[in-house]
C-alpha cells in the first residue's frame, strides 16, 4: 500500500560563509628588545562560518594561516621566523584555529576556539566585531568581522630567544593578532 505524505520543509536555520581572500588579512604585533613592536602578516588560506541564523552562538568557525608566506617586511627576520627555531614551515606551513563554542560578549562576540601552530594545540579566544553585511554590485551577500586575541607564543613550542646585554629579550612572549575578514554567503 502506497500512502501519500506531505513532507514540511523547515526554513534554514544556517547559512555558510566562505573567505575572501582578496578583502582579509591577518597582522600580529611582537615586543622587539623590549621597546618597540615588529609587525607582520600572515595570509588566510581558508575560512568558514557556519552561522546558525536562529542562535548564533550555535555557529562554527574554522580557518587556516598559510605561515609559508608570513611577512614583516625584511627578508632575514622573515626566514629566521620561518625557520626550525619559530614556525618550521618545512613541516609545519600552517596554523589552524577551530572554533569550540561562541558567545555573546557586549555588542560583539567572544570565539573560544582551539589553535594549532607546529602540531601544539592550544585554546584561545577571539573578540570578535560585526562589522555588517551588504550586497555586491554583482549579488554576492558579503559580511565582514573585525576579530582580536592575544597568547603567548611559548605555549606553542616558538621558544628562540636571545638575552639582552642590558637585560630582558630580544622578542617578547605575547603575540598580539588582529584579523579583518569578509566572507561570502554560499548559495
Known amino acids: 500500500m502506497v500512502t501519500n505524505q506531505t513532507t514540511t520543509q523547515l526554513p534554514q536555520t544556517t547559512t555558510t560563509w566562505t573567505l575572501d581572500p582578496a578583502h582579509s588579512h591577518a597582522e ?11 609587525r607582520g602578516s600572515i595570509p588566510i588560506r581558508s575560512a568558514t562560518i557556519v552561522r546558525d541564523e536562529t542562535d548564533i552562538t550555535k555557529s562554527r568557525v574554522e580557518a587556516e594561516l598559510d605561515v609559508s608566506a608570513l611577512t614583516t617586511g625584511a627578508a632575514d627576520r622573515d626566514n629566521h621566523l620561518r625557520g626550525g627555531d619559530f614556525f618550521d614551515v618545512t613541516n609545519h606551513p600552517t596554523m589552524r584555529f577551530v572554533s569550540t ?5 557586549g555588542d560583539g562576540l567572544r570565539v573560544h576556539g582551539d589553535l594549532t601552530i607546529r602540531d601544539v594545540t592550544r585554546p584561545v579566544a577571539l573578540d570578535v566585531e560585526l562589522l555588517g553585511e551588504n550586497t555586491d554590485p554583482w549579488g554576492n551577500r558579503k559580511a565582514a568581522l573585525e576579530a582580536t586575541t592575544s597568547f603567548d607564543r611559548t605555549d606553542f613550542g ?3 630567544n636571545a638575552a639582552l646585554e642590558t637585560g630582558g629579550v630580544l622578542v617578547g612572549d605575547k603575540v598580539k593578532v588582529r584579523l579583518d575578514v569578509q566572507v561570502a554567503r554560499q548559495k
Open 101 to 105: 563554542r561562541v558567545e555573546r560578549a
Open 158 to 160: 616558538l621558544t628562540w
Open 28 to 38: 600580529f604585533a611582537v615586543r622587539h628588545l623590549m621597546i618597540a613592536n615588529v
